[in-house]
Each structure stands twice: as C-alpha cells, then as structure tokens.
C-alpha cells in the first residue's frame, strides 16, 4: 500500500437469478406456442414475453445505493489527494487536515475462502459505510485491493483526539456483520493516519501515502490497530550525503542549543533555563527542530544531538557563573532511544565533572509517554540513578500521555510540565481552567513541582500564577535565543524586576 494505486472497480460480473418465480409461466407459455401452431406471430410474440421475463429474473450487482444528502461520495485518489495540504503549507490560519489510510484485515484470507466476487461485495458495502461515518466535506477513495484512503476537510485545530474519534468511529461502523450469499463475516479494519503534512515531506512522500505506511503498520500489530505517521518510527532511507551533512552540521555546532527561559510565578526570577536544538544552517538560516529532528533519528544520529545538547547546556550555566549570572539550572530533553543507553547515568556524571557543575543544576526533560509505556528496566534504572545523583526529573507534556501515578513515583519525577494544548487560551477557556486547576491539585498532593508549557500572552502568565503554577515557559517571557545572546537578556530581566543574580537554591515550587 505504500505506493498508492487509482481506485479499483469491480472486474468480472456474474448474472444471477434475483427472482426465480418470475420464470414460472415459461412452460404454460411454451404450451400455447405448440397449440397456436402455424401462427408465426403469436410465436414471436411469446418469445419476447419469455425473453422480458428472463431479463427482469437476472441482474448483477447493482451499483451503490445513493447516499442521503450530507454524506461524501466516493471519489478518485487525485480528489483526495488535492485536499490535503502540502508540506510546504502554512497554518498560519489554524486549519489543519489529516489523511487517514483504512485496510481491511484478512483481506486474502476472506477472498481465498469466499472468493472474490464475496470480496469485492464487502469492499462495496464498507465504501457505503464509510461515507456514513464522513462528513459532506470529507473525500474518500478505494485504494488498492482492499483499502480506502480519506482526506478530513481542513478545520481550526484539529487535534489528535478529534482524529482518533473519527478514526473509532470508522472502525466501529464498518466492523458491523456483513452477510452475502448466505455468508456472514464480521470485517476487522486497521487505521493508519497523518496528522502533519512537514512530517510526511521529511521522507519525501505525501500525507495519504504516510498514512498508509502507518495503517500497514497498524495492521502488522494485530487485527484492529490503529497507528500514527512519524517520520521518526518509518523514516526513509537516507542518502549518504544527507547523513554527512548532518554529522558535519552536529560536529561543527552548526546544530547546537537555544536557550528559553523559566520564570518563578511567585518571584518573577529566571527559576531554569531549557535547552533546545536548532540548526543555523550557513545557507538557508535558522531551521526549527520539526525540520530536522526526524532526520537526525532516521540517521541514527540521536546520541549524538543528545550529547551536543549536554555539552552546550553545561557550558553555558559555567559561563553564566563565570559572568556573574548564576540560574539554577537548565534542562535537556533525552528520549526513549537515549534513556535506554546503559551508559547515560556515568557519561552525564563525566560531563559534570568536566564542568565543575553538580548534578542539582541539571534537569531531564522526559515525555510522559516514555513514562506511560515503558516497562524498560534500563530506563528505569537510569533515570533512578540520575535522581539519586540529584539531578532533576521533569515530566514533559504532561495531559498528553496518560501517565499512572505509580509510573511518575517509579521514574522519580519532581516536576510535572504541564502541556501547551491545555495552556492555549487558558483565560477564555472555563474547561481548561478546570483541567488544568486538576492537573496543579493533583501536583499538590503529590508534592510536585509544575511548570506551564506554552504561555504565549500576559493574560495566560497572569492566569497560571493565579491558578497557582510553579513556573512558567513560553514566548510571553522569552522565545528561545542563542547563547550570544542569553547574558544580555537575563541582566535587562534582572534590572527590569529590580533584581541581581538568582540565587543558587531558590525554592522549587
């Protein structure tokens, strides 16, 4: 299914008798025929009367029923296709669509034993069920023997909850008992979709072909999957010269840390800073991390950027000290791939040591996924061991992954930062006002600290330090910016709010 096929049409077609008592006056007609004798036109008569009786007692499938008003149509894979948007689109409006791939689970095992005349009536009325699971504006296709592809109309927001509702939703219309010829089959299918058009470039491919190399993957899982497109879990293949820039990119510092600030809500004082990569590319300017991130992992080049981010972050808190400047830490991300290394705990200690730095001033950012999926062993002892030294443990876009609350005392966490999507207008938003207060009393109890992720207003600022937030990250306080820069703004902070250096140990809330 990874290279996409046009829509497949029914191929040979049997006549049937639809009602067979409809040929039950043949033989009394066949009887008049000999008593009329040499009547030639009461002969020819009759024949035609048999003849239009035949006709009405056999038919072939019929074409699909039409669809109430409100329900898509079936279409071609060019009208799909041209619905989604490109890698090159911008969102800048806040329309996002996504593209979903459907594959019909033990397609080859119902053809062998049903035949594919069986087959091909189930395909026909899965397509009838689908477009009453769509909206109107929705467009779907056949793709292959046994596939659909849909694009979801453009709209403000769509989130990944939305997609997965949709994606339920199908699965469960078309998994109703089929039942043909006296056969009954009870279809499973399996859902692969893409949510991010950059993501499918990044492997030089479009959304619908992303979401079926994701669907394939679905159903590589069991009957009934369901599975996200990231370039990350089905990268491409990477030519030499691609990989080559990037370990030059890497080496070079051409990939190297910007830094963001963390501010108190309760001091208004820089409490940490984050780490974060980016490529300042020598020809085409600064590249964000969306861009190239995915094809570092594809490269196997996440160790890599891993250290380069410990490196720089640590030498800049040295700097900052040596100026006079002193935050109280910084964070680093480290994913599943780099938690899993046996040797992380003894290499960060190395690079600690390197900088005369100890372990209380550094912070990893771990995603609440990692928390919520892992049963590695490895992983746990890591992060145990990274603890025990004192480093930090934050909870990265914490509300996203459903993390137990035995997994977060497992893992040791400190701090739980909360995630943007519940953070976007916080202050016009009674429901997220409600999540996140949860989400603060619930870190409360726990004896957590919290950060709020996202804040990009002062009236979002204002609210999280009124709901009682620990910290706050996000363009209302500082975008991230290079190392060059990060003295300077941290003194006109510091001047601003009628403050000096931060203190090493300021509380953690």
Not at 29 to 56: E, I, P, R, S
Request: aromatic share 6%.
């Amino acid at each position: 299914m990874r290279n996409l096929r046009a829509p497949v049409s029914m191929a040979s077609v049997k006549w049937t008798f639809r009602q067979p008592l409809a040929l039950a006056p043949v033989p009394l007609l066949t009887l008049v025929v000999f008593w009329a004798g040499q009547h030639l036109w009461v002969v020819a008569g009759v024949v035609l009367v048999q003849a239009g009786w035949l006709v009405m007692g056999l038919r072939a499938p019929q074409p699909e029923a039409p669809l109430r008003p409100g329900y898509p149509r079936l279409t071609d894979i060019e009208t799909v296709q041209r619905l989604l948007p490109s890698g090159d689109a911008v969102e800048g409006d806040g329309l996002r669509g996504a593209a979903l791939a459907l594959l019909l689970d033990e397609a080859e095992t119902i053809r062998g034993r049903h035949g594919s005349r069986y087959t091909e009536a189930l395909m026909h009325e899965l397509g009838h069920r689908l477009g009453q699971a769509l909206r109107e504006q929705d467009a779907y296709c056949r793709v292959g023997p046994a596939g659909f592809g849909i694009a979801l109309f453009p709209q403000r927001h769509l989130e990944l909850s939305a997609v997965l509702a949709v994606a339920h939703r199908i699965q469960a219309q078309l998994g109703q008992s089929f039942t043909y010829e006296s056969v009954t089959v009870w279809p499973s299918i399996s859902v692969g979709f893409c949510l991010s058009p950059r993501a499918a470039q990044l492997n030089g491919i479009g959304m619908l072909d992303a979401a079926a190399q994701a669907a394939e993957r679905a159903q590589r899982a069991g009957p009934g999957g369901l599975y996200s497109y990231s370039a990350v879990d089905l990268p491409s293949r990477l030519s030499g010269e691609q990989q080559a820039a990037l370990r030059h990119a890497l080496e070079t510092g051409e990939i190297c840390a910007h830094f963001q600030p963390q501010l108190c809500t309760r001091t208004g004082q820089v409490s940490g800073l984050e780490a974060l990569a980016r490529w300042e590319h020598p020809d085409d300017g600064l590249i964000p991390p969306a861009r190239f991130i995915p094809t570092i992992e594809a490269a196997g080049l996440s160790a890599r950027l891993a250290e380069r981010m410990l490196r720089d972050a640590l030498a800049m808190l040295k700097r900052l000290d040596t100026l006079g400047i002193v935050v109280p830490n910084v964070a680093i991300n480290l994913s599943g791939p780099e938690l899993r290394n046996p040797q992380l705990a003894d290499e960060i200690t190395w690079e600690l040591d390197r900088h005369d730095l100890p372990a209380s001033r550094l912070v990893i950012e771990i995603l609440e996924t990692v928390v919520a999926d892992s049963d590695d062993d490895i992983m746990v002892r890591n992060i145990a061991r990274l603890s025990g030294m004192g480093c930090g443990i934050d909870l990265d876009d914490f509300g996203t992954g459903h993390a137990a609350i035995a997994n977060i005392r497992r893992f040791a966490v400190g701090r739980l930062k909360i995630d943007r999507s519940f953070i976007t207008n916080l202050h016009q938003d009674k429901e997220r006002q409600r999540m996140v207060s949860a989400i603060l009393s619930m870190a409360g109890q726990l004896e957590l600290g919290t950060v709020a992720e996202g804040v990009e207003s002062e009236a979002e600022l204002a609210l999280v330090a009124q709901l009682g937030c620990g910290h706050a990250q996000g363009f209302a306080i500082a975008r991230p910016m290079p190392g060059a820069e990060l003295p300077r703004w941290l003194r006109e902070n510091a001047r601003a709010a009628g403050q000096t250096a931060v203190p090493l140990g300021a509380p953690a809330s």
